[in-house]
């Protein structure tokens, strides 16, 4: 298994812890794979996501050939949080209100990354240059007993 990071996630930058509660924000990457294909379990962090955030919405979409299956999406404590198996299909945009609802509300208590993992077996290698979609929108909290 290896793990790959988008320029979001390698840049550090997370100015949200600012940002006071209840504002809600979204985060966007757009990352292509590079010169190494990505084999079955490996895992590239997406998005940043800071401590305190209150996931309302990830949302996936990949250009990817077809045949490739069995992706989840989640974070470092949780893998699978948002999406389990998740079948991608060019030209898709899958989230969580259609239907993938365990991670919704999920908080955040130390900064983490929203990460992909592809599972598709038999040796089936995710081909270079492809691009992968992805956003979370969440809510800043704490400061609201009824938000915590």
Do not use: Q, W
Not at 117 to 140: C, E, L, Q, R, W
Request: net charge negative; proline share 5%; charged share 20%.
């Amino acid at each position: 298994m290896t793990t790959y990071s988008s320029d979001a996630v390698n840049a550090g930058i997370m100015p949200d812890f600012r940002v006071p509660a209840g504002v809600v924000l979204t985060r966007h990457v757009l990352y292509t794979t590079a010169s190494k294909v990505i084999a079955s379990a490996d895992v590239i962090r997406l998005l940043p996501i800071p401590k305190n955030a209150r996931v309302i919405d990830v949302s996936i979409s990949a250009l990817l050939p077809a045949g490739y299956t069995g992706c989840d999406v989640g974070y470092g404590g949780d893998p699978d949080a948002f999406f389990d198996g998740l079948d991608l299909l060019d030209t898709s945009v899958y989230n969580m209100s259609s239907g993938a609802v365990a991670g919704f509300l999920h908080k955040f208590t130390a900064d983490d990354t929203i990460d992909i993992t592809f599972n598709k077996g038999g040796g089936t290698d995710i081909p270079t240059s492809t691009v992968i979609y992805a956003s979370v929108t969440y809510k800043m909290t704490d400061a609201i007993n009824d938000e915590a």
